[in-house]
């Protein structure tokens, strides 16, 4: 099977050799519509006889016209001759028909240019509609098609089908068996009722998302066990995303074919309101999703999704507010923070070391108050805090997942259900690839090699920021007025970063590129195995694409900058930057923020929002250029014509790899940036909705997929949170002050405050230490003779035996820096562990109910079979009739179901 | 159920309240003796019809004789009686028969002493059987049982009940259908071929383990899909192992038993043979185990873990050939290494402070030699590498036995298997504490609060041993022969290391106890989770019972210790340990070795094999003592009653325990000890035949377990892995010399070479700093006046401003150990992250077979679906018969299989 996952369905058409196999049909959606254009189009879902289901749709392509008008014509014409002449051909097409030349004959007579290639198209096109009409699948040509050079082929797959299908799928149906959901009891119950009560307001007004007393049994449907379920409605029993599912399969099995999306169907029309109203809405932001309802219309992939998406945010509600109130805590106390309270001292006097050759000139600490007070905002002891509390927020998170999950898994009756994450169809392009892989080998790794250099590219760019902002601080340094330098510090500090944010943007989307066609050069041998490889590498780039600036602020700007008159230079005349006196930490978070909220903003919402509204926008116009006549006609469209102007369902990867960079945002650099949770909670409440809508309205529906976990995704959560833990220790531990406070107040205050703690944290520098030509040019700028400077650091004062070298104070601060990373790291992931191991992955209630079910199952089983043991001792073992109603319904149930068989089986 | 987790077997008898409902039947094994024993009881196998195969035992005790001479007439006199009357009930035992007396009532009657109890468990008893029996099991009791005391009830498995229980079970069993397995080709065949024949020897004489070309589809059995398998020989359809196992779940079904031992059976005596040949017999200790002998024999538990334990010796081999490596390059490199050929210079003459205050003296460094020599055997910077490289062979570990586990799944069809983790049966003890918990809550807490202070005990030994050496070693100080002192001073590292090793070994076993105690008194819900408990809290507790002396020598020895003039005391006297001049790495070098091969040979060699004997012989003499003139009939005593004095099965528990306490030696302190892995290899050699003799010559055959993984285990050793990686940093960086001579070469030697290393390590002490009564008592010892000794730290020298402090070495040493710990642990981390990333987790052939299996199951029910498609074509629907051969089979099929209905349904 080639093309099933969506994400390179592009290059399908390059790479597949299935093209070469499978008929050229391609996959068209039957999506709902937006309310009001729903009436209309009604029969569409239905056969010519307005009793067979369509439950699938495949769209093929006819000869495109070469030119827009004159072929339009022709093309039209073709259209109504091609689907006369099918009108004949669908009379009886349940059963196997005749091989007939059906309609496409007339059209090649018609268009003489139709080459060798659309006869051949169309000779496997027959070929494939022939295998599936012997999977026992039925077929129809739509007739009159409106949409010039596409042609539609429903399929419906009739009850026999669809029970042989559903018993090799081992599909979990639900058995006339109810039983009673054991409620808690005790103060349990109570409690849960007045969450219950208190909640009412969050809960979208659907039906199922009400706590229910009873469950249907379920049990892998099998034909022979077919008394067992209540088959009563034979055309509900499986409903429409099911038989959608059906259909895949078999197409899949039969043979390659790029068959990619199912329809919507009749009786989801009030599910599709109900979506509509309770879900892709704005105005119900503040309530639970119905994660039922959108896992029955759109299937259990995209159902766990949202589900994922909505415990995030959740999530996130605690996170922010111990954030804020973190944040709050900076503000309250930046007033008693002994520090900054005394570089902002009147009083304070202390000259400062120029901060950087000959251009800069001494200046007075008094002027890095401002920078203090705010850095004071990201960097106090309750910052530490935080960041513990979201390494365990992020296991947390985690754990509750995976029992969310479970839970869902109980509840969508999955929990028998094997993935098939050993069985995967080997990717079709495999062996194309294989065969010329010997060909071109060096070519291949020649392309890899560029490709990686890919990588360089962000490291470059980062670089040029770099560069960019030192060279601007360098000029501005030379400007004499000290505020205009201090506002252009600021404004280079913004715009640098917003150049960053431009180039991340930018380089996101090349990145997409970059990771698809090295997967592709890698060639994975199943779609599988494709697309994990696929998701992470995209996910290696883009995260280190949205971070690599970020590190490079917390971890190397404003180290091994050298000191005063001996400036450490990169490339003779560039100085490595250096951070204001607070430390880097301000820095980090301008950055931080403006990265995140900008990517967010920008990417997620204009982006997600604009484009495939620009994109439907542009083919609903392309069309219309096309047939601008027909325009009353388009009214009366097909809904599946209609929805061929919808945009093409891409997968989940894109969803899922916004929220995941987002969650690197919330926990990777959470020690700086406390508001992270808050900025995320706010963007994924529009986030939901946004998603919801795309999906219910923007994009075709896709096939729902059965899937247990969110596979990779969780695994690159995992990954992220690790990382988590030990960018946070090196943050509080290299970025902040934290430690160096640490140390004064423990080792070298002599009253054990912080009092003297600016001063114990700056070395000496004699002026006359100075080389030639590295003085500054305007010696009394401050207005008296400078003989001794400051600087930021800990080395040994101009009057020790080894002037200028780091000091015992300095191995001392880094000891204790290390070592608190070591504590930090290993008792942060003792504890993850820790609750990782208490918290129960499948609920109580889950593994109790599953037991239940279990126990209920034998017993039915039990009692079935000492009924027919009673009917066999009151009988002789010949083949007697009747006398008991056992008999013909045990005999029954051994003759195949076919669609001819329409015995009800209601034991 | 109840019990039948055999690790508390015993407990059982107090604490279950399922005692309550459960008849008094309690399990009995009935294994293969040695071979020369097995001819005489073979009749045992079958029921008195000589047809019906004795599928399980169940044995009850019948009133115990309370004085054992008069008694044992009465019991054997009831014995007959007993029996006598039983033929008459047995004559048709499968069909339910009217509730007979049978038998008790007379024995009643004869013994009058006979109580109300004994009645009572009389009627739990037959209530229980009738039960049986309305499952459809056939029940026989022993007629004529020659062991007093002890009823048997046999019971058999008809073939609809195996059917029934099998489907229920979702048992996978072979299909007819058979598929050749994949050969690789090309060169990896040609390898794998050469590989095969080179490792020919190595291969157990077992047919089963040749590569084999085909193998039999597999599908979960089901009675309405017989026809798919080969039941031409429905006796061995099932083998004994699988119908031990249905009976034993419908045993737990029925109600609480202590049923736990099933019984051997003729078929497998030849496999018995072949075990005892080719797997149980030290003679083929180079062999690979045969492990689809040991799993068809004894269920997939076991057979897993004699998997887990080949693999793992398995892999032994690298690590102890790599780990020999680095030991030789120790030796080979001692007497180039400049830091002890400085110690050992005879021109040394450096003058060393003493080690305590007043008794000791002055010393030459020289004396030091020996020490210095030695600690660089298990201090290189091989060292460093092979501690990585034990990081990653864990990692590696850990990811083939994924792998060999996938395969061995695939192998014995358990893929599709679900395991019951979340539907586990709830203990019966818990609903009885759950009763009584409210009535002694605090009295529970109490028992906690004493159980937990067990731990306290540990390290209460290890302190008192720490007191014993710290005061043997001062008195030593005292003599002044320097000779005997060193040589003393070995012999009490020698015997504290011993009285450490009586004492882990002492404790082991109470732990074990308290451990059960504690699990006990947690009163957890359901069997499977009172095992993890049980098993977490008993390795907790046996892992810091090995660990801690060796933890307290690593990390603890010498620290703090002071300087010479002011050492630290604890309790007045008692000075804190110091490590000789090499540093610690030897000492902890001797007490690693110590406690692992005392461990390995006294506890897990002498205890296992000697103990099992010694309790056979007790239960063999206690028997003979009480029949000692029925020794003639013995011999031909039934094999379940020979095998009632085998030890019954006691779980895995222990077996796995001492394994991951091993692995914990390999792993942990690996970076001091490289020999580990050889002595951990020499070991398992001997304990896979040692454990296999156990199991196939000492215990009662275990009932077949199902099981997928080895569970928690699996975890646990992952957690020890990880440990390791923390604790191998923390000993490379701080116990071994290897980061300050790195330091020292890099930041201060002043030609980058080791030369002056020592000089470096050693501070200066000027002897007129002593405070009074602190000097030596003898100061001319060396015959010239001391003025200046020297000690090994960083601090200052006597002439600087702050002499004796920290000095700024100190500082940037400490840094250097802390960000090499850092650096190792996450490098390692991040290794065998990749590790485990890269190998995937299912073997890349087992993926394909598994693929290949699902699509041929497709075929096989498509091609039967076509069958009868064309079949209905060919009839009209109504009830014809013959005419084709599918219809009777499609009656036949709905009909249920009962023990009458004997067609043979071979489509």
């Given at each position: 099977m080639c093309g099933s996952s969506s994400v390179y369905q592009n290059k399908c058409i390059f790479f597949l050799p299935c093209l070469m196999h499978s008929p050229p049909l391609s996959p068209q959606l039957l999506n709902s519509l937006t309310p009001e254009e729903n009436t209309q189009c009604q029969h569409g879902l239905y056969f010519q006889d307005g009793e067979r289901r369509v439950d699938y749709i495949l769209t093929y392509h006819i000869k495109k016209p070469s030119s827009s008008?004159?072929?339009?014509?022709?093309?039209?014409?073709?259209?109504?001759?091609?689907?006369?002449?099918?009108?004949?051909?669908?009379?009886?097409?349940?059963?196997?028909?005749?091989?007939?030349?059906?309609?496409?004959?007339?059209?090649?007579?018609?268009?003489?240019?139709?080459?060798?290639?659309?006869?051949?198209?169309?000779?496997?096109?027959?070929?494939?509609?022939?295998?599936?009409?012997?999977?026992?699948?039925?077929?129809?040509?739509?007739?009159?098609?409106?949409?010039?050079?596409?042609?539609?082929?429903?399929?419906?797959?009739?009850?026999?089908?669809?029970?042989?299908?559903a018993e090799f799928m081992k599909l979990k149906m639900p058995t006339k068996k109810v039983y009673e959901v054991k409620q808690c009891s005790g103060v349990g119950a109570k409690i849960n009722t007045l969450v219950n009560k208190a909640t009412e307001p969050l809960h979208p007004n659907v039906e199922e998302n009400r706590g229910q007393h009873v469950k249907h049994l379920s049990y892998?449907?099998?034909?022979?066990?077919?008394?067992?379920?209540?088959?009563?409605?034979?055309?509900?029993?499986?409903?429409?995303?099911?038989?959608?599912?059906?259909?895949?399969?078999?197409?899949?099995?039969?043979?390659?074919?790029?068959?990619?999306?199912?329809?919507?169907?009749?009786?989801?029309?009030?599910?599709?309101?109900?979506?509509?109203?309770?879900?892709?809405?704005?105005?119900?932001?503040?309530?639970?999703?119905?994660?039922?309802?959108?896992?029955?219309?759109?299937?259990?992939?995209?159902?766990?999704?949202?589900?994922?998406?909505?415990?995030?945010?959740?999530?996130?509600?605690?996170?922010?507010?111990?954030?804020?109130?973190?944040?709050?805590?900076?503000?309250?106390?930046?007033?008693?923070?002994?520090?900054?309270?005394?570089?902002?001292?009147?009083?304070?006097?202390?000259?400062?070391?120029?901060?950087?050759?000959?251009?800069?000139?001494?200046?007075?600490?008094?002027?890095?108050?401002?920078?203090?007070?705010?850095?004071?905002?990201?960097d106090n002891p309750a910052t530490v805090f935080f960041s513990i509390f979201m390494a365990l927020w992020a296991a947390m998170f985690m754990e509750h997942w995976k029992r969310r999950q479970m839970r869902l898994n109980y509840e969508w009756d999955l929990t028998g259900f094997e993935e098939e994450e050993v069985s995967d169809h080997p990717r079709a392009e495999y062996e194309l690839c294989v065969m010329q892989k010997s060909l071109k080998k060096e070519h291949k790794t020649h392309k890899v090699l560029i490709a990686y250099s890919w990588i360089g590219v962000t490291f470059a760019i980062v670089f040029g920021v770099i560069l960019y902002r030192i060279s601007i601080t360098a000029a501005l340094h030379m400007s004499n007025n000290p505020t205009t330098r201090s506002n252009v510090r600021l404004m280079v500090k913004t715009t640098a970063a917003i150049i960053n944010l431009v180039v991340i943007l930018i380089l996101d989307e090349v990145y997409g590129a970059v990771a698809r066609w090295l997967t592709v050069l890698e060639v994975p041998k199943t779609d599988r195995s494709f697309e994990e490889r696929l998701i992470f590498k995209t996910f290696v780039l883009k995260f280190v694409n949205a971070f690599t600036p970020i590190i490079y602020i917390a971890f190397f700007r404003?180290?091994?900058?050298?000191?005063?008159?001996?400036?450490?230079?990169?490339?003779?005349?560039?100085?490595?930057?250096?951070?204001?006196?607070?430390?880097?930490?301000?820095?980090?978070?301008?950055?931080?923020?403006?990265?995140?909220?900008?990517?967010?903003?920008?990417?997620?919402?204009?982006?997600?929002?604009?484009?495939?509204?620009?994109?439907?926008?542009?083919?609903?116009?392309k069309s219309k250029r096309r047939s601008f006549q027909e325009e009353e006609r388009e009214k009366k469209l097909q809904r599946y014509e209609t929805d061929h102007f919808l945009e093409p369902f891409a997968g989940l990867t894109p969803e899922y790899m916004e929220m995941i960079i987002q969650f690197g945002f919330v926990t990777l650099f959470v020690a700086s940036f406390p508001l992270a949770p808050l900025f995320a909670l706010l963007n994924n409440i529009i986030e939901i909705r946004l998603d919801a809508k795309k999906f219910v309205a923007e994009l075709r529906r896709p096939v729902a997929a059965r899937a247990k976990d969110i596979g990779i995704w969780y695994n690159l959560l995992r990954g992220v949170a690790k990382v988590a833990v030990i960018i946070n220790a090196f943050v509080i531990s290299f970025t902040s002050d934290f430690i160096p406070r640490l140390v004064y107040q423990y080792m070298y205050s002599p009253d054990g405050s912080m009092h003297g703690f600016v001063n114990h944290t700056m070395s000496y520098f004699n002026v006359s230490d100075f080389q030639d030509g590295k003085e500054p040019m305007d010696p009394h700028h401050l207005g008296y003779q400078v003989e001794m400077c400051r600087y930021k650091d800990y080395r040994e004062p101009p009057w020790s035996n080894t002037p200028y070298v780091v000091s015992k104070e300095f191995w001392a601060v880094l000891a204790a820096r290390l070592a608190f990373v070591i504590v930090f790291q290993n008792v942060v992931m003792l504890m993850s562990d820790i609750v990782d191991w208490l918290i129960p992955d499948i609920p109580k209630d889950i593994s109790l109910q599953i037991h239940k079910e279990k126990i209920l199952m034998v017993e039915l089983f039990m009692k079935e079979e000492q009924g027919k043991m009673q009917f066999i001792d009151s009988?002789?073992?010949?083949?007697?009739?009747?006398?008991?109603?056992?008999?013909?319904?045990?005999?029954?149930?051994?003759?195949?179901?076919?669609?001819?068989?329409?015995?009800?089986?209601?034991f």
């Open positions: 008008r004159s072929n339009r014509q022709s093309s039209r014409f073709t259209d109504n001759a091609f689907t006369r002449s099918l009108r004949r051909g669908t009379a009886r097409l349940g059963r196997p028909p005749p091989p007939q030349p059906r309609g496409d004959p007339e059209v090649a007579s018609q268009d003489h240019s139709m080459d060798y290639h659309e006869d051949d198209k169309r000779y496997r096109r027959e070929e494939f509609e022939g295998n599936l009409r012997d999977m026992g699948l039925e077929l129809e040509k739509d007739e009159d098609t409106k949409t010039p050079g596409v042609g539609f082929v429903k399929i419906h797959a009739p009850w026999h089908v669809l029970c042989r299908e892998a449907f099998s034909r022979e066990k077919q008394h067992l379920f209540d088959l009563s409605d034979r055309d509900s029993f499986f409903d429409s995303k099911t038989r959608a599912s059906i259909v895949f399969e078999v197409l899949k099995r039969t043979k390659c074919t790029k068959a990619k999306y199912s329809m919507g169907n009749n009786p989801l029309r009030c599910l599709f309101q109900l979506l509509y109203e309770e879900w892709a809405s704005y105005s119900v932001f503040y309530k639970y999703q119905p994660i039922g309802l959108v896992r029955k219309y759109f299937g259990e992939k995209i159902g766990l999704y949202f589900a994922w998406l909505g415990l995030y945010t959740q999530m996130l509600i605690p996170a922010s507010l111990v954030g804020v109130i973190v944040f709050l805590y900076g503000c309250a106390t930046v007033d008693n923070n002994i520090p900054s309270m005394e570089i902002c001292h009147p009083r304070n006097n202390i000259t400062m070391c120029p901060l950087c050759d000959r251009a800069c000139n001494y200046w007075k600490l008094k002027e890095a108050c401002g920078t203090a007070r705010a850095s004071h905002l990201f404003g180290r091994l900058v050298g000191r005063p008159g001996s400036y450490l230079y990169v490339f003779e005349s560039y100085r490595m930057e250096e951070c204001a006196h607070g430390g880097c930490l301000m820095e980090l978070c301008i950055q931080l923020s403006i990265t995140m909220l900008g990517k967010q903003l920008i990417q997620n919402n204009l982006f997600e929002i604009g484009i495939p509204k620009l994109k439907k926008l542009i083919r609903y116009i009988m002789t073992p010949c083949d007697g009739k009747g006398r008991n109603n056992h008999a013909p319904i045990a005999r029954s149930r051994s003759i195949p179901h076919t669609h001819s068989h329409t015995h009800a089986n209601n």
